[in-house]
Nanobody
Framework: QVQLIESGGGLVQAGGSLRLSCAAS????????MGWFRQAPGKERVFVAA????????RYADSVKGRFTIDRDNAKNTLYLQMNSLKPEDTAIYYCAASRLLVPLEQLKYDYWGQGTQVTVSS
């Protein structure tokens, strides 16, 4: 299996930027399609973005399109989420996840999860 550790969260003012990282260890990172999810206080965890194994295709939730960018560096076993133009409603715990499935991104189900990193956006 693969172990995932997120980092890069913090407190930022609205309009600011953060870059989250997800370091993977264990199995070969490049074998896994990857995703980012988030969970706001009192709400369910929701999809944010996903990326194919080679990084050629991506998918985003409508709420973050044009503001967030998912990418990966397979040589460094690391997944990233660049978050720009942050809004207070982006406040949540952000999780990275890995999938064992090789299906279109919208059909992915995720098998491995990190512990999460807190992002807080102040107004």
């Amino acid at each position: 299996q693969v172990q995932l550790i997120e980092s890069g969260g913090g407190l930022v003012q609205a309009g600011g930027s953060l870059r989250l990282s997800c370091a993977a260890s264990g199995r070969t990172f490049s074998n896994y399609p990857m995703g980012w999810f988030r969970q706001a206080p009192g709400k369910e965890r929701v999809f944010v973005a996903a990326i194919t194994r080679g990084g050629g295709n991506t998918r985003y939730a409508d709420s973050v399109k044009g503001r967030f960018t998912i990418d990966r560096d397979n040589a460094k076993n690391t997944l990233y989420l660049q978050m720009n133009s942050l809004k207070p409603e982006d406040t949540a715990i952000y999780y990275c996840a890995a999938s064992r499935l090789l299906v279109p991104l919208e059909q992915l189900k995720y098998d491995y999860w990190g512990q999460g990193t807190q992002v807080t956006v102040s107004s």
